[in-house]
């Protein structure tokens, strides 16, 4: 069994909070492979599914973002779980909006979740980093996470970064990380079309008009002794 976790913080006021990008992924995933309604548990949400050949269970902690651990905690014991097999979802302010990062064990670089977590289970899980940028300074970070996505993120390349998720996301629970990445790329930066649209295309040179024929001679309308006496002149 895999566990992924996406961090963020419990209630509506929260939902569309930067700091809530982990919430949504787990979320995208129940919704588009068929996984089981959530429910209460591990002081948190769950939902149990299979991608592919492996079963997964979904966890949105519920303590707050700063008391995470507890939650992963209680679902690897239940479960009897290592480190290893679980990923944790969350955002990035070092990474540019919509990239995606997997990495595994390292710091928790200040995240508070992650700090949680840290405490709890070690550093050797697995990361997915989920990109919202930087607001610029350290003392803009609190107000700047806490914050709602604009609607035009959400629906431009929010809404691409969770669809390749998903599309890769079966990928991720086989540990084939390059086939993960490849799904999330074709989403977020799809390659272009090779073919030219006609009205951009080189137009085919006419061929140069042909010269006009030349006008026939006009009808000579002299007699015969005419045309001789005019020859001897």
């Not at 003392?139 to 929010?158: M, N, Q, R, T």
Request: proline share 7%; with cysteine; glycine share 10%.
């Amino acid at each position: 069994m895999k566990l992924f976790v996406g961090l963020g913080n419990p209630g509506g006021k929260y939902a569309r909070n930067r700091h809530n990008i982990g919430f949504m992924a787990v979320d995208r995933i129940a919704d588009d492979h068929g996984f089981a309604p959530w429910r209460n548990k591990f002081n948190g949400q769950i939902s149990e599914g299979r991608l592919g050949s492996e079963k997964v269970l979904l966890l949105k902690p519920e303590t707050f973002m700063n008391l995470s651990g507890q939650s992963v905690g209680e679902a690897m014991r239940f479960h009897k779980l290592e480190s290893q097999d679980v990923t944790v979802f969350h955002d990035e302010l070092d990474l540019a909006p919509g990239k995606c990062r997997v990495k595994t064990g390292g710091g928790h670089a200040g995240h508070n979740g992650l700090r949680s977590i840290h405490a709890h289970i070690g550093a050797e899980y697995h990361r997915l980093r989920l990109g919202i940028g930087h607001p610029g300074r350290k003392e803009l970070v609190s107000p700047y996470v806490l914050h709602d996505f604009p609607k035009a993120e959400i629906e431009g390349w929010l809404d691409d970064l969770l669809r390749g998720i998903s599309d890769g996301i079966a990928s991720l629970a086989a540990d084939d990380t390059p086939a993960f990445l490849n799904a999330v790329a074709r989403r977020v930066a799809p390659a272009r079309s090779s073919t030219t649209a006609k009205s951009d295309a080189t137009p085919t040179p006419r061929p140069a008009a042909a010269p006009a024929a030349p006008s026939p001679q006009e009808e000579d309308k002299r007699s015969p002794l005419q045309k001789l006496a005019d020859k001897f002149r």
